[in-house]
């Protein structure tokens, strides 16, 4: 069993903003894969699918973004999931927006939810995707992370997202140095 896990807030008012970009590409991930992650189980929702004959499960945490390690920890030790199973996607403010970086492993980056899983898995060892969101100096970072992506943005980040799923989905019949040579360049 592998895991995608997508961080982001559940409910509607976060719908569409730019920390729930994980859940929008899990949205894209499951669409490709005909299922729905709807499931709930492990303080999230779920769906198993399989990619290439792997069985995978996609998980979008609805423990909120600050707490999304105990979410992912519930599954990881139920199905006994290996680190290097695991694929983190989330939101990078840092990145400008339109593109995703792969990497193996590293540190949270000021990110709450990857340091919640940092904290909850032991280690900085697992694979992420990051999704640039950009960033607006004149703009609180809560109120920025919060709100929704700028028309005149949203060209750039669908592409982001399609890139992002495209990746998680080659990764899990590649392996990861192949799909970051094949997707960091993007």
């Avoid at 929702?45 to 609805?62: D, F, H, N, S, Y």
């Avoid at 990881?76 to 927006?97: N, S, T, W």
Wanted: with cysteine.
């Amino acid at each position: 069993m592998k895991i995608i896990v997508g961080l982001g807030n559940p409910g509607k008012e976060y719908e569409n903003t730019r920390h729930n970009s994980g859940f929008k590409v899990m949205d894209e991930i499951a669409k490709e894969c005909g299922v729905s992650i709807e499931q709930k189980k492990f303080k999230a929702l779920i769906a198993t699918t399989r990619i290439g004959g792997e069985q995978v499960m996609l998980m979008k945490p609805q423990t909120y973004m600050n707490n999304s390690g105990e979410a992912l920890i519930e599954a990881v030790k139920f199905y006994h999931v290996d680190v290097e199973d695991i694929l983190v996607i989330y939101d990078d403010m840092d990145m400008p927006v339109g593109k995703i970086r792969l990497r193996e492993k590293g540190s949270a980056g000021g990110q709450n939810g990857v340091k919640s899983i940092i904290a909850h898995l032991h280690t900085q060892d697992f694979k992420r995707i990051r999704v640039g969101i950009g960033k607006d100096a004149r703009v609180p970072v809560v109120d920025w992370v919060l709100g929704k992506i700028r028309k005149e943005d949203q060209a750039e980040y669908e592409k982001a997202v399609a890139n992002a799923k495209d990746a998680a989905i080659f990764s899990i019949t590649h392996s990861f140095v192949d799909t970051m040579s094949n997707f960091n360049k993007k």
